[in-house]
């Protein structure tokens, strides 16, 4: 008698693996019959990466053309030019007699930046007054902005250094002297990102975005095939069933897109890669399989394919700011901070990071880790309640 119910038990087991196995098979051939499905899940997440860090691979720029305006003609306001110019990122390319010839010069696109040298700058500063520089750039390009910048803020250092120094009496000591220029010794190290390139510090939260946002756009189209047709995408019956075999058949197509977007594309732009890859490959699984069930939950909201571009596609800008890698979390409004907190990538963004970029170890992003599967869990429940919803709706079975 117990053997037999054994036996029942290991028969029913089979019938259920058989029934997930199938529902997986079959999510294959919808995958792989749809262009537009296959666009998403394998082509956007292999060509986006190489865009996006092409776009971003000078890290470092050198030799923008600047063009300035002296409205100075102070031996001061030559010696601001000259350090300017001599900075590697800089290449003053002439002087113009006012900001008329000047915006005609950067229109033409003969420069990217604009250096005003005020009438009055030498005048402030023997008098002991501060005084401003005025500098115009094309943000066009946000690399150009970011060398330029930084390169004018060093000089203007370094000026107020050499200005300090020259006001100082002849009589004072050298250690004096020392304190005055810099009251605070300090030297500045870019921790995790040695040639303080946007591309090192952007591309790692656009990879993670890019998986999120792969698995919405393909499993929205799917979903939208049978919405069109006024069909049940998962049916009335073997919900579960149904959900497991296509959640494995998702995973299972992007074990190589998880390798591709989190260790390849990281390794081929030469990107900071401190962390184990096996510990970025077990990140990564709560991370696709909240994506998975967040995709199934929003597909419901779909009953035709443009309506997957309308919904889902604008919504990359917003979740690269609310990941917080461009706007700081504790900065946002607290509704806007909410509703990160929902969104897979926000928690992938910063794991990764921190696994990938600085070292860490899984137990030290326990963190992020820990909410991405809090997300898978809570995803799950919703991807079920919006499936029934679905089946109300449509009142059909598929098979």
Not at 78 to 86: G, H, M, S, W
Not at 132 to 148: E, R
Not at 315 to 328: E, N
Request: glycine share 4%.
């Amino acid at each position: 008698m117990q053997r037999g119910k054994i036996i029942e038990i290991g028969q029913r087991l089979r019938c259920e693996v058989n029934l997930i196995f199938r529902y997986w098979q079959s999510e294959y051939c919808r995958i792989f019959r749809d262009t537009e499905v296959v666009l998403f899940f394998v082509l956007l997440p292999l060509a986006y990466p190489i865009l996006y860090a092409l776009i971003y691979a000078p890290e470092v720029v050198t030799n923008v053309p600047v063009v300035v305006v002296d409205d100075s003609r102070t031996v001061l306001s030559r010696e601001i030019v000259q350090r300017f110019d001599a900075s590697p990122a800089v290449d003053v390319v002439s002087y113009c007699a006012n900001m008329g010839e000047a915006k005609d010069m950067m229109m033409r696109r003969k420069c990217y930046a604009v250096l005003v040298i005020p009438a009055g700058v030498a005048t402030d500063v023997v008098n002991e007054k501060s005084s401003s520089l005025i500098f115009y750039t094309d943000m066009s390009l946000l690399l150009n902005y970011k060398a330029l910048y930084m390169a004018l803020t060093d000089v203007v250092l370094d000026m107020g250094v050499v200005l300090r120094q020259a006001a100082m009496p002849i009589d004072v000591s050298g250690s004096i002297t020392q304190i005055i220029e810099r009251p605070i010794p300090y030297t500045s190290e870019v921790m995790y990102n040695p040639t303080s390139g946007v591309a090192s510090f952007l591309i790692p939260a656009v990879l993670v975005l890019i998986l999120q946002q792969s698995f919405v756009l393909g499993i929205a189209m799917l979903a939208s095939a049978y919405h069109e047709q006024k069909r049940s995408w998962f049916g009335r019956y073997h919900i579960l069933h149904r959900l497991t075999g296509r959640t494995l058949c998702y995973v299972s197509v992007y074990i190589f897109n998880v390798v591709y977007l989190l260790h390849f594309v990281p390794w081929l732009f030469g990107y900071p890669q401190c962390g184990s890859v096996s510990q970025i490959l077990l990140f990564s699984l709560p991370l696709v399989l909240s994506s998975i069930f967040m995709a199934i939950t929003l597909s419901v909201c779909v009953q035709e394919r443009e309506h997957t571009y309308l919904l889902f596609v604008f919504t990359s800008v917003p979740f690269i700011f609310l990941s917080g890698i461009a706007w700081p979390r504790y900065a946002m409004p607290i509704g806007w901070r909410y509703i990160s907190y929902l969104i897979p990538a926000t928690w992938g963004v910063e794991g990764f990071v921190q696994i990938n970029t600085m070292g860490a170890t899984l137990e030290q992003a326990s963190y992020a880790y820990t909410r991405l599967w809090l997300l898978t869990i809570v995803y799950v429940v919703t991807a079920v309640l919006a499936i029934r919803y679905d089946n109300h709706r449509h009142h059909r079975i598929v098979v």
